[in-house]
């Protein structure tokens, strides 16, 4: 297996995540075994259909759910010949003709309920979207571009005008466009992170018009090294989404086997040159004939588009899809979304900022040969929830909305605006060691870092924003009451991992660190767990043996930060083992770790009223039994929480500071 192929976590669920493993242009489900695909089967079929589609023989539905079935079963013959090319393409020009095309008709578009087993209704449209697919799945080839020139030449998808949307064939077909790339792909640390097995993707500024065929022309030195040509960027397989938004595999990748090919999409699609890990060929000069130019903001060392050039050129460019590339981040916008962007340079800047901190913070070099972070829209999320990826494709637009030229969208307005799920997905895909059950909770780290040490925003803010809340009240001092206040801590229990996930107490202690001793600290901490990696010393994802992890942290802040981090639900495992590493370790009592346990302490609501007035106060409401965790826990003490209640509190932190501190204040 890959490196890379490890297990993931999705927002809400844990799961082995192997789709995000996968080459990004994913493969259809494996199906059973199916006879040979029958050429002649399914030219007949699909002249069939167009005499269905123009009215000349109209089929009824049975018989068009067994040409469906035909197309699904003979596809892999659609390219065979170019009888069965020829027919496809007439056929799907009859449909746009007849219906209007997919999507930009308007009409709706569903693949049915596959968790009841109630399939897509196999009407003409379904099968038209089928045809399409088969089209881009098996037609597309080197060979039959170049066998059938004139066939392809002028031939799209009149959806494509939808997504991803309409551009013009270039008025010069002679024209050619030169661009460097970087044709390295050297990754220097042990570390693994999600897609580094897959080849690193560098954008052109060239884009391919649906209909157009493109000339690409590479240097000697590249070919046959596995370096490949995709034409569009929007490379995720939605073949599982319920809604069908646009067609599920979108993107086609050609080999580079020659030094010159020819590419084409009925789509159209950005063009972009993909370099296998381990190649080290080095700055070099690519050209494209008969392409349409995108917006390109480049800000790498080899390659520097200035603020002017983009206001006067790159913006203008009529393709609907830009790139923005440094050597540290790499998007792709609608371009309807930048036309009125300003200062690139500025939110490129801000975004390696954000890369160097977080790196930074993971105890990883800058460096990775490809960018720290690929983000990319779509029109649609590519799973059911929030996923990291190369690319990660958690961002959607619709191109009927008019986005006035800058969206309000994190992505082009920075990263100073960002929500709480980019850099959290982001956090999963860095596989870094944490505490065992902290899978959803220490991957928000990263947007209090980015925020608080890049943009100023105040730590308590920060902390906040990294879930997406908004309530002032929310501090990591009344995070810790709420804490306290969970039956868990009461009985001295651990705090769980649905404790944790998605919520402020569970990456809470790792600020109370950076509130105590700075980000530095934690900048160390993770270093000096990628450092051992390197040096060949195992490092897991989770880490069951919290006393060693307590102990590299403890290291990292030079003192004993046991007390604290038992005070956040991780208790130690081993007393005595844990004791005599501190002591050879020569981690001394923290004066810090004692006044912050003290002041915990004092929060405890002392009676009923107070502990109401707190809970109001934090949930908006009273809470609800029919709550998530800690509301639950505290619906569950509305009304028996008690001065004796309060006393069993206090007495569980002081029982951590006899426990840390058995002389006192350090």
Known sequence: ????????????????????????????????????????ELLATLQALKASVDGTQPMTPDQIKAALESIDRNAPAMGRNENTIRAAFELVTAYDKAFGPLWVSGRRFSRGDRHHHVEPAPDIHWTIFNVMQAIMDHVYTLGNISRYHQLFAGYKFGSSAN???????????????????????????????????????????????PGAIVTVTIPENLVGTGCQVRVGANSWDMSRKPQVLRLDRVSLVFPLNTNQIQVASPLGGGIYIEVPRGLNEGIVEVSFQNAVRSPFFCSTPYHQTTNQQWLQTERNFPAPWA????????????????????????????????????TDLMGLPTGWGREVEYLQVDLQLRGSAFFPGYPTCNDR????????????????????????????????GFMFSKYAGDREAAVNLLTVAVLNRDFGVNLEEAFRRSRGITNPFCTVDTTAITWMMSLHFVQGQPMSAVERQYQLKGHAKYVDVVRLFGWGVLDKFWKSITDEQNRGISWPIDVQDTDRLTLQLSKAAGADLRPLIAFWGIPVQNQAASDAAVQAAGLPESAKVYDLLQKYKSLVPPDNAAFRAFALKRWGHQPRPTGYTTERSHAQRWDHYDAAEAAKVRQRVQDLLDRYFPHGRP
């Open 323 to 358: 790139d923005f590339q440094s050597s540290k981040f790499l998007m792709q916008v609608p371009t309807c979304w930048v036309t009125q962007l300003d200062d690139p340079q500025k939110l490129m800047a801000d975004w390696d900022k954000a890369m160097t901190t977080i």
């Open 397 to 428: 637009y619709s191109p009927k909305t008019d986005y006035h030229g800058y969206a309000q969208n994190y992505l082009v307005r920075g990263p100073a605006t960002v929500p709480d799920y980019p850099f959290h997905e982001m956090g999963h």
């Open 1 to 40: 297996m890959a490196r890379s192929c490890l297990t993931l976590f999705r927002c809400g669920v844990s799961l082995v995540l192997l789709m995000a493993c996968l080459p990004a242009l994913a493969a259809a489900p494996a199906a059973t075994p199916q006879p040979p695909a029958n050429a002649a």
């Open 163 to 209: 997504f991803p949307g309409a551009v013009a064939p270039p008025a010069d077909p002679s024209a050619v466009y030169t661009v460097n790339i970087d044709a390295s792909y050297i990754n220097s640390f042990k570390h693994v992170v999600l897609g580094e097995d897959l080849p690193a993707r560098r954008p052109t500024g060239a884009y391919v018009a």
